[in-house]
């Protein structure tokens, strides 16, 4: 069992040549990133899309996470767009039949869960679906989700930022010096953030879908 991040960016006709560009090289960096850190390989396909391959199924929210803030804290001064850079996600996690080197030939249950959910994704929202076999497990995240997205639809960059940087580890301490900033600073984007309830989120996650894999459901 194996999970499938599929996603793309959310208006992405909107934006000039040179914003989309800006976009594609810190997705490419941050899949270089999340290559080293997680084993998983992203593959960006019809210019604005991208897929990979999540082995440790318990994991793809966390790499989900750090993929959607790396986008939502670049500064796009662009007026045709509502927010921030923003991504739609899905998180499709089941069998898998054909696993060919390259990412866009394999083939299997978790590729056509997490395909035809982002391309059933339409609108502002929502930015963010899982689905499985088990339509229960499906309910419950997805509900999670739906009040993810309304927290973060009302970051600002700065708060995008700091999540960011909690996620991959660093300390308020080392946030603030990296940023420039007090940590008393940080402190507060944080709890703007809802760091506290994200963290729990993501804990949720691990331990329900570890559990779901591993029953080979």
């Given amino acids: 069992m194996i999970a499938v991040i599929t996603g793309d960016i959310i208006d992405s006709t909107k934006y000039s040549s040179e914003e989309l560009a800006l976009l594609l090289n810190v997705l490419h960096q941050e899949f270089n990133s999340i290559k080293d850190s997680y084993n998983v390989e992203f593959k960006i396909f ?62 299997g249950e ?10 059933a994704m339409k609108g502002d929202y929502p930015r963010l679906l899982l689905k499985t076999s088990d339509e229960n497990l499906n309910d419950e995240f997805n509900v999670h989700f739906g009040l993810f997205d309304s927290i973060s639809s009302k970051w600002s960059t700065a708060s995008a930022e700091v999540v960011y940087y909690l996620h991959k580890g660093f300390k308020e301490r080392e946030i603030a010096e990296k940023l420039g900033i007090n ?30 894999a591993n029953n080979g459901n």
């Fill in 46 to 107: 019809r210019g604005d899309s991208f897929q990979g391959i999540v082995k440790d199924t318990s994991k793809a929210l966390d790499i989900v996470l750090l993929i959607k803030t790396a986008i939502n804290k670049i500064t796009v001064q662009n007026n045709k767009i509502n927010g921030l850079p923003d991504l739609r996600i899905a998180i499709g996690i089941g069998e898998v039949d054909l696993l060919r080197p390259s990412i866009l030939e394999s083939n």
């Fill in 183 to 212: 940590q008393s600073a940080v402190n507060h984007r944080k709890k703007v953030a809802n760091w506290d309830s994200i963290s729990l989120l993501l804990e949720r996650y691990r331990a329900v879908i570890n559990t779901f």
């Fill in 110 to 119: 978790a590729f056509q869960f997490s395909g035809r959910t982002l391309d």
